[in-house]
């Protein structure tokens, strides 16, 4: 009976966490199944690659992913020579050569991914005034995170009647983003992109596949945390429930 | 001198002759510190609370090797901690959960020491000792919170500092020392890191008086009455083994946060980095500060607020006067029983409260509920202490374990 108040009183404390926050906005989020959930969880490494192409070929063109770096991409399934190659493709300017100039060279595995904008105004200038986030804590920036990602990526609609006063000049309506009015256009569309691994890309396959990628960016070491904790965990409850009979055994002869 | 002992054992005499170390420990937590043998295990909660302490010092000291407190650089070396660091993900989910298991722990043995009279006399000043450590756990958790410098850190570093603003005449003298400037800024980022690193060693000094408080008048029991020697059994191995138990049992609620939920007590604002333009919709504190928050906001004017706030904790100090029962347990005390639960139940209402935006229902449950906090102690307990008949005592712990075969 103590226990039951104890836990009741435990769950009830931990459920303080959650509520916090989810009271404030009503948003019906579109649930997918990711392979990450769940206890054993892991990522799809083709997924990820999918995405990756994704973020590569649209996204980056406005978003920074500025925790990744070329050699992370190993991570998700690309050698070290796919890495080099992919990291060539972009040029970075360095400081500084021996004159004291600044130069131009192929990007390496060890550099970050370059940022699309220079800095915060010109970004702005180019996007109507809005600064378009960086992308590489986003699901976990976000309640819902990779289902908010999804369904903020599919959410686009025409505003219903009541709102189409409202909406601001290069605004677009948004069924999940905060206020519905977002500054970013509906990207995706089908067939925008061949994915290489030739996975027919729907919109909703390349926003479901972007979101995975992105949580990977997010939370990179989820696999490794979910499978050192069984093993933590298994190791716990040995500990445990030796640690009860060794009690029990001790406490035999006293009465109480 | 025996000539039977081997040089080991000899050594060992010799050495505590001259620091007698070992025996100090078997005094204060050993084979020679009675304890009364009916502690159910809501008594584990003190040995587990040292035990999380240890846990947050020493992945706070090596979270300190890789972390920078610069206002350019904190959250981008978390992140590398989270990322590049060997382990380091695991370091920080576990110093970040293990601050609001910290928090859970110490709640449950607070509220364990109000059911059973824990700080009634001669347990005193064991009982302040006990209300320091909860504030200076307060502002260290505070502190470290500011630390990632994400959204929520620095919103919430700047509404709280701004609290003391609020005290007349040197309020804002107070808020510029603590910023270290006009602003929440990289000054505060650095006293903040400072003291974060400083106060659990200090938490340490205060934990060591509480723990000597303890050992002059000895643990309280579930019954609430003194325990004769022929109640007692040695701390070692019986409240080891039971401590150990408690600790595997604490670790699988506690793992199980770290490697599969590490974010669900944290906020997401604050894995958007610190922007001073921009202010979160709903600035809320971690969920262990909510029903102070709600306190604070129960009443417009601000002072009044910082006032019932602070009033919470401080009134704390003197209900070993306020209750006017000389009987310990509340299994005894059929009134202030209920009222114990009532209270209980006040203060997660209040967290509720402390979690929504302070209008309208959560408003009026706030005001409900923050009259109701003061009213327990103020009115209640000392009225209830000389109303209620307690139900009679049990003569000795042995007796009621003793009677029971006939009953």
Known sequence: ?256 | MSTEKGWGMQAFDWFEERLPIVSFIDHSIGSKYPAPKNLNYYWNFGSLALFIMVVLIMTGILLAMSYTPHVDHAFQSVERIMRDVNSGWLLRYMHANGASFFFIVVYIHIFRGLYYGSYKAPREVLWWLGIIIMLLMMATAFMGYVLPWGQMSFWGATVITNLFSAIPIIGDEIVTLLWGGFSVDNPTLNRFFALHYLMPFVLVGVVVLHIWALHIPGSNNPLGIEATPKDKIPFHPYYTSKDAFGVGVFLLAYFTVVFWFPNAMGHTDNYIPANPLSTPAHIVPEWYFLPFYAILRSIDDKLTGVILMFGSILILFVIPWLDTSRVRSATFRPIFKVLFWIFLIDCMVLGWCGSQLPEGIPLILTRVGTFWYFFHFLVLMPVIGWIETPKPLPTSISTPVVAKPAE
């Open chain 1, 1 to 256: 009976m103590r226990i039951v108040l104890f836990a009741a009183a435990a769950i009830t404390l931990l459920g303080f966490a959650p509520a916090t926050t989810q009271a404030a906005g009503e948003v019906v989020l579109d649930h997918q199944e990711w392979s990450f959930d769940g206890p054993f969880g892991r990522f799809d490494r083709q997924q990820l690659q999918r995405g990756f192409q994704v973020y590569r070929e649209i996204c980056s063109s406005c978003h920074g992913l500025d925790y990744i770096a070329f050699r992370n991409l190993k991570a998700i399934g690309y050698s070290e020579d796919q890495t080099k190659v992919l990291a060539s493709e972009y040029t970075l300017e360095e400081c500084c050569d021996d004159q004291g100039d600044i130069f131009d060279r192929p990007a390496i595995p060890a550099d970050y991914m370059p940022n699309p904008y220079p800095n915060e105004q010109f970004a702005r200038a180019s996007n109507n005034g809005a600064l378009p986030p960086d992308l590489s804590l986003m699901t976990k920036a976000r309640h819902g995170g990779p289902d908010y990602m999804y369904s903020l990526i599919i959410g686009y609609q025409d505003p219903p009647a009541e709102m189409e006063a409202e909406m601001m000049d290069g605004m677009y309506y948004n069924t999940v983003f905060e206020g519905n009015q977002i500054a970013m256009a509906q990207q995706l569309f089908d067939e925008l992109i061949e994915y290489s691994d030739g996975t027919p890309a729907t919109t909703e396959q390349m926003a479901k596949d972007v979101s995975a990628f992105l949580h990977w960016a997010a939370e990179p070491k989820l696999e490794v945390r979910k499978q050192t904790g069984i093993r933590v965990l298994l190791f716990t409850f040995i500990f445990t429930v030796l640690a009860y009979f060794l009690k029990r055994r001790i406490w035999a002869d006293v009465k109480h």
